[in-house]
């Protein structure tokens, strides 16, 4: 009966760094990119995971150490090793592997992120499993047939502007594979957000893992994102905020003409009706224009224009001077 300590080379005491250590060692040794031509080190690949997976999960552990779990996760029916002083193990159900929207999930309640071990060796994380958890089947003598493993998921990051991420811009990304393809962002799009492309990762001996992209947002130099609202301080002339005018302003989509008031002081907040980001239902927030009035420095008709004129109200008085 195979045992898991064996099959990583630790002892039964090994603390969870001295398995997670071994495990990285020989994942590097046997990952099916580096053995293309040797189908031995799948095999074994496929049989050092199961170790590792097996033992990371502290319950499954104590499951096998007590004899009631065999190698592959069938109940010894009381004729197993007890007290941990014997072989044996256990991969049941209950612990497959699977991968989901927002990123790996292991078997334990903390998960077991393969990420650190492969990154930077095979360009993201390890995609072991396909179907349930990559081991199934029938195989001679009662045992379990193991699955080839797929290929390591890849990690992208992705940079969206602001007004890309408002209007949901169609954004183009280049693969490991030097190909190129366009992604359309989701509605409801928030940084973080992550998108899995399906057999879009690294080959695999059971086929592509997955690509995984996460979305990062990235800082403008005008528009600041306030919740569903995309904000934006406008400078303004004198004449154009004492007159009132026309002025052209930037929004997620291009410029459109907005019309200032006559009278309109700095600080005034105008909104541009459905220009902000796209909600999850499809409706939009709105666009948020703050006027700035700027004086011109030093004009010498400007002041002349303005000597012997005084605003009598006292601005200042709400502040108790």
Same mark, same amino acid.
């Given at each position: 009966?195979a045992?898991?300590?064996?099959?990583?080379?630790?002892?039964?005491?090994?603390?969870?760094k001295d398995?997670?250590?071994?495990y990285r060692?020989?994942?590097?040794?046997?990952?099916?990119?580096r053995?293309?031509? @040797?189908p031995? *080190?799948?095999?074994?690949?496929?049989?050092?995971t199961?170790?590792?997976?097996?033992?990371?999960?502290?319950?499954k552990?104590?499951?096998?150490? &007590?004899g009631?779990?065999?190698?592959?996760? @069938?109940p010894?029916m009381?004729?197993?090793? /007890?007290?941990? /002083?014997?072989?044996g193990?256990?991969?049941?159900?209950?612990?497959q592997?699977?991968f989901?929207?927002?990123?790996?999930?292991?078997?334990?309640?903390?998960?077991?992120?393969?990420?650190? #071990?492969?990154?930077?060796?095979?360009?993201?994380?390890g995609?072991?499993?396909?179907?349930?958890?990559?081991?199934g089947?029938?195989?001679?003598?009662?045992g379990?047939?193991?699955?080839?493993?797929k290929g390591? !998921?890849?990690q992208?990051?992705l940079?969206?502007?602001?007004?890309? *991420?408002?209007h949901?811009?169609?954004?183009?990304?280049?693969?490991?594979?030097?190909?190129? #393809?366009?992604?359309?962002?989701?509605?409801?799009?928030e940084?973080? !957000?992550?998108? &899995?492309?399906?057999?879009?990762?690294?080959? /695999?001996?059971?086929? @592509?893992g997955?690509?995984?992209?996460?979305?990062?947002?990235q800082p403008?130099?005008?528009?600041? &994102?306030?919740?569903?609202?995309?904000?934006?301080?406008?400078?303004?002339?004198?004449?154009?905020?004492?007159?009132?005018?026309?002025?052209?302003?930037?929004?997620a989509?291009?410029?459109?003409?907005?019309?200032?008031?006559?009278?309109?002081?700095? /600080?005034k907040?105008?909104?541009?009706?459905?220009?902000g980001?796209?909600?999850?239902d499809g409706?939009?927030?709105d666009?948020?224009? !703050?006027?700035?009035?700027q004086?011109?420095? @030093?004009?010498?008709?400007l002041?002349?224009?303005?000597?012997?004129?005084?605003?009598?109200?006292?601005l200042?008085?709400?502040?108790g001077?």
């Amino acid at each position: 009966m195979a045992d898991p300590y064996s099959i990583l080379g630790v002892a039964r005491s090994a603390s969870e760094k001295d398995i997670k250590s071994a495990y990285r060692k020989l994942a590097k040794e046997l990952h099916p990119d580096r053995n293309k031509d @040797n189908p031995d *080190a799948a095999e074994r690949f496929s049989e050092v995971t199961r170790a590792y997976d097996l033992l990371s999960d502290k319950d499954k552990r104590a499951r096998f150490d &007590r004899g009631e779990i065999d190698i592959d996760g @069938n109940p010894t029916m009381g004729f197993g090793y /007890g007290g941990g /002083g014997g072989p044996g193990g256990g991969y049941g159900g209950a612990g497959q592997r699977g991968f989901r929207a927002d990123g790996f999930e292991g078997f334990s309640g903390e998960g077991i992120d393969l990420g650190d #071990i492969f990154d930077g060796l095979f360009g993201g994380r390890g995609g072991m499993g396909g179907g349930a958890g990559g081991f199934g089947g029938a195989q001679p003598g009662g045992g379990r047939s193991r699955a080839a493993p797929k290929g390591a !998921t890849v990690q992208y990051k992705l940079g969206v502007s602001l007004p890309d *991420a408002a209007h949901l811009a169609t954004q183009r990304i280049t693969l490991a594979d030097g190909k190129t #393809i366009d992604l359309k962002l989701p509605k409801g799009v928030e940084d973080g !957000t992550q998108m &899995r492309l399906s057999g879009k990762g690294e080959p /695999g001996p059971g086929g @592509n893992g997955d690509a995984l992209v996460t979305i990062q947002f990235q800082p403008h130099p005008f528009f600041r &994102r306030d919740g569903d609202n995309l904000r934006l301080d406008v400078p303004v002339t004198l004449d154009e905020a004492v007159r009132g005018a026309k002025v052209k302003v930037p929004t997620a989509e291009g410029p459109v003409m907005m019309t200032v008031a006559p009278g309109s002081s700095s /600080g005034k907040t105008l909104r541009l009706k459905g220009k902000g980001f796209t909600r999850k239902d499809g409706s939009r927030g709105d666009q948020l224009v !703050t006027l700035e009035v700027q004086l011109p420095e @030093n004009d010498e008709d400007l002041v002349q224009r303005l000597e012997g004129w005084r605003d009598p109200r006292n601005l200042r008085a709400r502040l108790g001077v």
